[in-house]
């Protein structure tokens, strides 16, 4: 079954054509977030344009004011219905959480991927974006949480915002240590805290989940870390999770 689905980032507004029966996505357009009301509709149709009937849209959203944005230019497209993730009790996972209707639903995407792939068996999804966010799912089952904390960008605007000298950072291509400039130091200094906050969740997680956790990894700066521990990646795991999901 083909299904169009959308993940709204704080960065990067993630449209793919997704084969759910497959669960592999056949195509991907990616946008900056503060141009998807204009761009989105145009690129639904695009990937719609070879089917001869509309396709649903599935929507995972971390920018209600892009989601607000987003509904009415939807209703123009050849989309044949569109709908939001959110948590509720007729979803195949349960939500041990606080407050289950407020859990993300780029994370709750990211467990309908796990719960699909990996059927029975206890995940761990990492989704290193601007926020970087680890979330548990117990037997295949139960999301039992995670936690989530500042991912690259928000470290590196942080510093530049809260210090009265250190630069904006230009990317170098690898961490390097020791700096020899303060560009490298931070780069470094913030990249390598990134990558071992997520080690360090990891064996956590594992305690929580079974030593025999499957961990997912997933997001845009996952690419630039170099993690001690054993993950498979994929780069369209949300994409896909949210085309999985049915209200």
């Known amino acids: 079954m083909l299904t169009l689905s959308i ?19 056949l195509q991907r357009r990616d946008i900056a977030t503060g141009q998807a009301i204009d761009q989105a509709p145009a690129i639904i149709d695009e990937l719609g344009a070879g089917v001869q ?11 209600p004011e892009i989601s607000n944005g987003l509904r009415s230019g939807l209703r123009h497209t050849r989309c044949e219905s569109f709908s939001f993730l959110v948590a509720n009790d007729n979803l195949p996972v349960k ?12 994370r709750l995407a990211n467990m309908l991927y796990a719960h699909n792939v990996c059927p029975g068996r206890s995940s761990i999804v990492i989704d290193a974006g601007t926020a970087v966010t ?5 037997d295949g089952s139960e999301c039992i949480g995670g936690c989530i904390f500042p991912g690259p960008a928000l470290q590196f605007a942080a510093l530049k915002s809260h ?25 470094t200094g913030v990249i390598q805290g990134v ?13 929580a989940a079974g030593e025999d956790a499957v961990i997912l990894a997933t997001g845009g700066v ?23 999901y049915r209200v």
Request: glycine content about 6%.
């Open 134 to 138: 680890v979330d548990i799912l117990k």
């Open 222 to 244: 996952w690419p630039q870390l170099a993690v001690a521990f054993e993950y498979e990646y994929i780069r369209d795991l949300t994409l896909i999770g949210t085309a999985l």
């Open 163 to 187: 210090t009265a000298q250190l630069p904006h950072v230009k990317t170098p291509p690898a961490p390097v240590y020791p700096g020899a400039s303060t560009q490298e130091c931070i780069y």
């Open 53 to 63: 009937h509309g396709l649903p849209v599935k929507i995972a959203s971390v920018v």
């Open 7 to 25: 993940d709204i980032g704080n960065t990067v507004t993630a449209i793919g054509l997704i084969d759910t029966t497959a669960i592999t996505c």
């Open 95 to 106: 939500i041990t959480y606080e407050t289950p209707p407020l859990f993300g639903s780029d």
């Open 195 to 207: 990558t071992g906050a997520i080690e360090r969740i990891a064996k956590l997680s594992r305690k």
